[in-house]
């Protein structure tokens, strides 16, 4: 896809183990809108995922009970 390695993070995952993992920036466009948002590059294997700084960058949640997009609640 072209997208550039731009650094390396430790992640916190739900069983609380650390990952290290590379990220850097990517353009997406979503809905009419773009946006830079973080890429997070995981295992060859992992599963292509829209994740939560993406989804508050548009001010979107998920419907998981529709499979859906929807408008998300801007917290401050």
């Known amino acids: 896809m072209g997208v550039t390695r731009d ?5 916190v995952i739900a069983d609380g183990s650390k990952l290290t993992l590379d990220v ?3 353009e997406i466009g979503l809905q ?6 973080y890429v997070v590059f ?5 599963p292509i ?5 993406a989804l ?3 001010a979107l949640a998920a419907d998981a009970k529709n499979r859906t ?7 401050l």
């Open 24 to 26: 850097g920036i990517v």
């Open 49 to 53: 995922l829209l994740g939560a700084m």
């Open 32 to 37: 009419g809108r773009t946006k830079e948002v």
């Open 7 to 11: 650094e390396t993070l430790t992640f």
């Open 42 to 46: 995981g295992n060859e294997d992992a």
């Open 56 to 58: 508050e960058a548009f």
């Open 69 to 75: 997009l929807i408008p998300g609640q801007l917290t």
